[in-house]
T-cell receptor, first 113, second 113 residues
């Protein structure tokens, strides 16, 4: 199994809503990542978890809250988002923190109204 | 400051011909380079990589060349196929404890039948 599974595929939310994005991998990878991607731009790193501990937070606003319940799961909790937060949110995993070959999920296309 | 540059936003080639995608970098500490391919509304897919100790790596129709003195790498696709039409991102990783990928802006490749 070389897949990273993300749910939901699409999400529309209002600025007062609370929602969560979910990510799962069963490759035994010990590093997991959240990226944000806007159209015609490269992926932008948000968070990195290594061995279930947060190792990088790229100065992401607190309205985005990551969580790593176990080595296979990664969540991103969303609260009070702004319309400019609309983007494709990508989860990725790698064998470990220093292994650059990332496996990406298909992403969640988020629209904030 | 863009440390990884893909100066051609788009490229169009004929099916069966060679596609050459270029990437330049400025940071001499980069020691590992990757190419990712991305279709619309999907996550990037790893294509091929090269370590700074090599100058060429080949995988089927895909070959990556690295010229360290010029801080330049290129991806060759031979022969090009319509299914290769996608956005190609060059990414580089810096040596050291806080490794993370630095991405170029991408080149959109169109292969015409």
């Amino acid at each position: 199994d070389t897949e990273v599974t993300q749910t939901p595929k699409h999400l529309v939310m209002g600025m007062t809503n609370k929602k969560s994005l979910k990510c799962e991998q069963h490759m035994g990878h010990r590093a997991m990542y959240w990226y944000k991607q806007k159209a015609k731009k490269p992926p932008e790193l948000m968070f990195v978890y290594s061995y279930e501990k947060l190792s990088i937070n790229e100065s992401v606003p607190s309205r985005f809250s990551p969580e790593c319940p176990n080595s296979s799961l990664l969540n991103l909790h969303l609260h009070a988002l702004q319309p400019e937060d609309s983007a494709l949110y990508l989860c990725a995993s790698s064998r470990d923190r220093g292994w650059e070959k990332l496996f990406f999920g298909s992403g969640t296309q988020l629209s904030v109204l | 400051d863009q440390q990884v540059k893909q100066n051609s936003p788009s490229l169009s080639v004929q099916e069966g011909r060679i596609s050459i995608l270029n990437c330049d970098y400025t940071n001499s500490m980069f020691d590992y380079f990757l190419w990712y391919k991305k279709y619309p509304a999907e996550g990037p897919t790893f294509l091929i990589s090269i370590s700074s100790i090599k100058d060429k790596n080949e995988d089927g129709r895909f070959t990556v060349f690295l010229n360290k003195s010029a801080k330049h790498l290129s991806l060759h696709i031979v022969p090009s196929q319509p299914g290769d039409s996608a956005v190609y991102f060059c990414a580089a990783s810096n040596a050291g404890n806080n490794r993370k990928l630095i991405w170029g802006l991408g080149t959109s490749l169109g292969v015409n039948p």
